[in-house]
């Protein structure tokens, strides 16, 4: 059975503004370049899928219906360009809860592994955040770490974590799939 490729997704500093604990619908803002970015990995044959985490929910700045209207703008909006997103994985834990669904902990990969027959080390993992690339170390996946969002001052916590490219934003990021894509098979 073929398996299929997917390319997850921090969201917000990745495809969104970041300016805080994003909640609001009248503060949501799609980065430059994030449709087309998509669009060409979609055209190479992936899939998608969200996985964020919200620790604003446990702190009690915003609520769980608060993240689902704004994801639902979001959503919308990929959807008006032809993208779908599979799954959104979110946690709404505080980071010290040590839940199995706060990155950087794979356990929303591996399930999306088992839900949509994902080969995971043919898929990536895309975010502003140093957990986002150790995401991708746990799931056995690449990892690029985008400079957008918290990305510059992210890059110096990455340790020895493995991380495939740390690149500027979301359109040089599918750049670097894209490569790595035709360079595995050549």
């Known amino acids: 059975m073929d398996r299929s490729r997917f390319v997850f997704l921090d969201r917000d500093g990745t495809l ?3 300016g805080g604990y994003v909640h609001r619908v009248e503060d949501y803002r799609l980065l430059p370049g994030v449709i087309e970015a998509l669009q060409s ?4 044959g992936f899939r998608f899928a969200i996985v964020t985490n919200q620790s604003g929910i446990g702190r ?4 769980e219906a608060d993240f689902e209207r ?8 990929l959807e008006a360009a032809g993208l779908t997103i599979e799954a959104t994985y979110m946690c709404p834990h505080l980071p010290d809860a040590r839940c199995a669904c706060r990155k950087p902990s794979p356990q929303s990969l591996l399930d999306a592994r088992d839900r949509f027959a994902i080969d995971l080390a043919a898929s990536w993992v895309i975010g502003d955040h140093a957990v986002d690339v150790r995401l991708a170390a746990n799931a056995g996946c690449g990892g690029i770490l985008l400079l957008t969002g918290h990305g510059a001052e992210e890059r110096h916590k ?3 974590t493995p991380v495939a490219a740390i690149v500027n934003d979301l359109p040089a990021a599918a ?4 490569t790595h894509e035709r360079v595995v098979r050549s």
Not at 70 to 77: E, I, M, V
């Open 175 to 178: 750049r670097s799939i894209l």
């Open 60 to 63: 009690g700045l915003y609520t």
């Open 70 to 77: 704004f994801q639902r703008r979001l959503l919308d909006d």
């Open 16 to 18: 969104v503004h970041d």
């Open 158 to 160: 990455l340790g020895d």
């Open 41 to 44: 990995l979609r055209d190479a």
